[in-house]
């Protein structure tokens, strides 16, 4: 996995790229990767997103 920060536009292959937590789409060079950060326990938790949609879904599933 990379650098969550990191600048996704180079160097990253299928392999090692971020998959949105929603459909699992690898996000390669994605213009509407979102992505959304936040500590819990003292741990930085990261969840990527592909598109606003697959965004608001995991808001939807998070209110559960």
Avoid at 8 to 21: G, I, M, R
Avoid at 29 to 40: F, L, N, S
């Amino acid at each position: 996995m990379v650098d969550p920060t990191s600048d996704l536009d180079e160097d990253v292959d299928e392999s090692n790229a971020p998959a949105c937590a929603i459909c699992e789409t690898k996000l390669i060079r994605d213009p509407d990767h979102h992505v959304v950060t936040w500590i819990d326990a003292g741990q930085m938790q990261v969840r990527h997103f592909c598109s606003p949609a697959c965004r608001e879904a995991w808001d939807d599933s998070e209110r559960v």
